[in-house]
C-alpha cells in the first residue's frame, strides 16, 4: 500500500487510462479518466463505493497509468485495452457475435445478393441486422422469388455459362449465361432494393398473384411456399412502429443495475420497423451507470456498425460519445437522449426488457462466478499453487495409429474459455503414436515464445494442465526444466478416477467430484479433446478425400481443391447427386458422372 501511497502522489493533471493489478502482476481493471489524479485518488478515499467497486480495490496491489491527448483517446485505448487484458473487474462482452446483413453491390453490371457478417466503407448497400424472429435466409429467397435477382457469386464473363437450374425454375434471370441485358437487370434489382427497404405492398401483390396461379394449376406445394412467405411479410409488417411520423433507424439502449449486477437491453430499428434485439448481462467495477454504460457502448459498437442514431437515457455522456464515433470511428451518430413522445417510449421498452434480464440473470451471473472466478480461486488454495491461475491453457493430443498427428490448445481466463486464444498444431517431429514425446513438443514450441515479440500474441499462462497421469505430467516437467521455465504451475487430470497431479506431490490430490474447482478442470480437459479430435478429423478427412480424388481421371489439384473446399469429407461426395457435384467450380456435367461412376465402383 506504500507503494501505491507514493504513486498517487505523483498522478498528472492529465486526460488518461489508469491500470489496476493484483498482487502476481495481472491486470483486473482498465479505467479511463478525464484528470488522472483526481480519478485513481477516488478509488482509494475513504467515500462510499458500490460493493463491486470496493471489491476490486482490496484486491489493488499495484497500478500504472498511460497519459493520452484528450479523453477521446483515454476511451479508446481503454477499449484496446480491455479487449487485451479482459480484466476480471470490467464489462466483457463474451458474446461478441455479429449480426448478419444482405449486401449488394451496385458498382457492379449484375449485382448479387448475399449475407455478410462485415460492414466495410466500400460503396456498397447493406440492409440489417437480421437478428431475433426475422430469417435473412426467408428475405433472400423472398428477394430471388419475385424479381429473379441472383444469389450466386459466379463471375460474369464474355463467354456465357451454362444456364443452372435456378433459370429453369424461374429464379434466376441467368445473367452469367446472358438471358439478360444489364438494363433489363438493373430495373429487377431496383425494385429488389424496395423491398429490402422496407417497402412490402409490391411484395406482397407479386406473391399473392403467385400463389393463386399455383393453386389453380394444382401446384399445391408451390403454392404453399407462396403462402409462407405471405405469411412472413405479414409478420415483418406487424413489426413496423406504426405511431411516428418518418421510419427510424435506431439502436435503443437501455441500463438497469442492482447495485452489484448490471444489464443492458438493445432494440434495433430499421426503416421504422423492429427487427429485434439482445440483452446482455453485466458485471463490472464501475463507480456511475454512465460510466458503465459509455464503456458498453465503445465495446459493443466495436463489433456491430453503428446505426444513424442511438436512443440512450438521460445520463448518457451524449456528446463525448459522439465525439467518440467521429474521432474513433469515423462515424456520425446522433445520440438522442429521449425524454418524451415515440422515441421515449421505445426507450422505455428497452428498460423493461433490460430490468426483466437482470432480475432473471442474477442467479445464473452468480453461478457462473462460482464456476470461473471462484473456481480458479479455490484451485489455488485446494492444490497450492504458487499463483491465481487466471491464464490456464490446457493440452491434449490426436491420432489413430501415428497417423496425423495433432494437438489442441485451448485457454481459459478467469475459468471461462478464451476461443479466440485456442492454437492447434500439426506434430512435425514424432514418428509413430508416441503422446509422450508428442507433448514434448508442442510444449517446447509453445514455450519458445515467452521472452520473445511473440509473447503479446502468446502471453505467459499461469497454469498448464495435461490430460493424462504422472508420466504426462513428467514429459511435459522436463520440458520445463530444459527451457528453465518455473514460474508456471504445471498439474495434469487422469480421466480414470479424475484425479489431479501435481509436481509438488508423489501423490495423486483427489478433490470432490461435485466441487467446480474439479468441474472447471474437466471442462478443459474435455475442451481441448473437442478441438484436437476435431482438428484430426478434419485433417485426416481432407488428407483422405485428396487420396481419394488422385485417382480420378481429369481430377487436376485446381479441380480438387474446389471439390474440397465444397464437400469437407468423403461421405458428403458420396451422398451427393451429379448435379450437385457438377455445380463445383470447374466440374461440368460429364466429370461429375465420371466422379460418382469411380467412387460406386472404388469405394
Known sequence: MDVIKEKLKMLPDSPGVYIMLDKFGNVIYVGKARVLKNRVRQ???????????????????????????????????????????????????????????????????????YVTRKIKKDGCRYFGP?????????????????????????PIKANPKRECLNYHIGKCCAPCAHKISKEEYAEKVKLALSFLDGNYAKAGEILKEK????????????????????????????????????????????????????????????????????????????ESDAEALTSFITQYYSAHEPPPEIIAESYCEKEFVESFFKEKLGKTVTVTLAKQGTKARLLDMAKENAKDYLDKSVDRIKHKDDMTVNA???????????????????????????????????????????KTSYRRFRIKTVEGADDFASLKEVL??????????????????????????????????????????????????????????????????????????????????DEAHRFAVTYFRNLHSKNSLQSVLDGIEGVGKQKRIALMNRFSNIEK???ATEEEIAKTEGIGAALAHRIKVYLNENL
Not at 485446494?382 to 485451448?410: F, H, T, W
Request: glycine content about 4%.
Open 43 to 113: 478509488y482509494f478515499q475513504h467515500s462510499p463505493k458500490p460493493e463491486k467497486v470496493m471489491r476490486m480495490v482490496e484486491n489493488v496491489a499495484d497500478f500504472n497509468y498511460i497519459i493520452t491527448a484528450t479523453e477521446i483517446d483515454a476511451l479508446a485505448l481503454e477499449n484496446n485495452l480491455i479487449k487485451k487484458y479482459k480484466p476480471k473487474y470490467n464489462i466483457l462482452l463474451k458474446d461478441d457475435k455479429t449480426y448478419p446483413y444482405i449486401k449488394v453491390d451496385l458498382r457492379e453490371d449484375f449485382p448479387n445478393f
Open 376 to 418: 480458479c480461486t479455490r484451485l489455488m488454495q485446494q492444490l497450492s499453487l504458487s499463483r491465481y491461475p487466471r491464464r490456464a491453457e490446457c493440452y491434449d493430443i490426436s491420432n489413430v495409429s501415428g497417423v496425423d498427428k495433432v494437438a489442441s490448445m485451448v485457454v481459459f481466463v478467469d475459468g471461462e474459455a478464451d
Open 444 to 525: 517446447l514450441r509453445r514455450l519458445s515464445k515467452l521472452g520473445t515479440d511473440e509473447e503479446d500474441r502468446f502471453p505467459k499462462p499461469d497454469l498448464v494442465v495435461i490430460d493424462g497421469g504422472k508420466g504426462q505430467l513428467s514429459a511435459v516437467k522436463q520440458i520445463f526444466d530444459e527451457t528453465g521455465v518455473t514460474d508456471i504451475d504445471l498439474i495434469s487430470i487422469a480421466k480414470q478416477e479424475e484425479e489431479i497431479f501435481t509436481v509438488d506431490s508423489p501423490e495423486s490430490i483427489k478433490i470432490p467430484r461435485s466441487d467446480y474447482s474439479l468441474r472447471m478442470v474437466q471442462r478443459m480437459r
Open 211 to 286: 400463389m393463386l396461379n399455383a393453386a389453380e394449376n394444382e401446384a399445391f406445394e408451390l403454392a404453399l411456399d407462396y403462402k409462407n412467405k405471405l405469411s412472413m411479410l405479414s409478420k415483418l409488417e406487424a413489426k413496423r412502429i406504426t405511431s411516428i411520423n418518418k421510419p427510424i433507424d435506431a439502436d435503443i439502449i437501455a441500463y438497469a443495475a442492482n447495485g452489484l449486477y448490471s444489464a443492458v437491453n438493445v432494440l434495433v430499428t430499421r426503416k421504422g420497423i423492429m427487427q429485434g434485439g439482445a440483452s446482455f448481462a453485466l458485471d463490472e467495477a464501475h
Open 573 to 575: 461426395i458420396m451422398t
Open 130 to 154: 437480421f437478428m431475433g424472429g426475422i430469417n435473412y435466409k426467408d428475405i433472400l429467397e423472398t428477394c430471388q422469388l419475385l424479381f429473379s435477382v441472383r444469389l450466386c457469386r459466379t
